[in-house]
């Protein structure tokens, strides 16, 4: 490994565990909201459960690693083409990578999330 790389994969490890943490610290909170203890200072302040809540806050690390890796991989491609065309293919090439994943996430809640409960906050 030369020393470039390691630094990313320091940074992609990074990313991994902020999301993993935040997926951790997003079930255990809406666990407990669901099980209807939506007041959390009643509990005691224990290192579990700081831990679990300091996963709402790895959303903005995971966010700011994830953006810096982009812009980064981008600014180099940059270097090495130096055209600006390079620049929008890099944003086109994004767009298109995420785009389609979304709408689907869409689509598939516009048709069938709207069906699939039922409640008093749910329509008829």
């Not at 997003?26 to 831990?51: M, S």
């Amino acid at each position: 490994f030369s020393y470039k790389k390691s630094k990313l994969n320091v940074l992609n490890g990074v990313k991994a565990l902020a999301m993993m943490w935040v997926v951790f610290g997003h079930e255990y909170v809406f666990g407990l909201v669901i099980h209807e203890r939506p007041n959390l200072r009643a509990y005691p302040p224990q290192t579990f459960l700081l831990a679990c809540l300091g996963g709402l806050i790895a959303v903005d690390t995971f966010f700011f690693v994830g953006g810096f890796l982009v812009v980064y991989s981008i600014v180099k491609n940059i270097k090495q083409n130096s055209k600006i065309g390079t620049y929008l293919m890099a944003i086109v090439n994004r767009a298109l990578r995420f785009w389609p994943s979304y709408i689907v996430v869409i689509l598939i809640y516009y048709s069938l999330y709207v069906h699939s409960g039922s409640g008093p906050q749910w329509p008829n």
